[in-house]
């Protein structure tokens, strides 16, 4: 079992930063896989951004150019940078880890952008 725990969420106003946070613990394989989804109101959960344990990593179109995903494996974190926000980005943040086929969610972060 892995567990996942989120912070960093907020409101911004639009053009505004923030800076996602994700601390695994658990049985955590060393080759895995992060990323962070997210869920608007009355919409399908979608992924933002995904890196793998060697660095590389993968964007949404809507977000590239914007967001940047990182991540420290010596502590076990995945980190999402998110400049110039939109009310667009508005929804609940997941960080997700995936391994060997098991999967694990975090409760999710709320990311509200005002206009």
């Known amino acids: 079992q892995v567990q996942l725990v989120e912070s960093g969420g907020g409101l911004v106003q639009a053009g505004g930063s923030l800076r996602l946070s994700c601390v695994a613990s658990?049985?955590?394989?060393?080759?895995?896989?992060m990323a962070w989804y997210r869920q608007a109101p009355g919409k399908q959960r979608e992924l933002v951004a995904a890196?793998?344990?060697?660095?590389?990593?993968s964007y949404a179109d809507s977000v590239k150019g914007r967001f940047t995903i990182s991540r420290y494996n010596a502590k076990n974190t995945v980190y999402l940078q998110m400049n110039s926000l939109k009310p667009e980005d508005t929804g609940v943040y997941y960080c997700?880890?995936?391994?060997?086929?098991?999967?694990?969610w975090g409760q999710g972060t709320q990311v509200t952008v005002s206009s």
């Open positions: 997700n880890y995936q391994a060997r086929g098991l999967i694990s």
């Open positions: 890196i793998t344990s060697g660095g590389s990593t």
């Open positions: 658990g049985s955590i394989f060393s080759i895995n896989y």
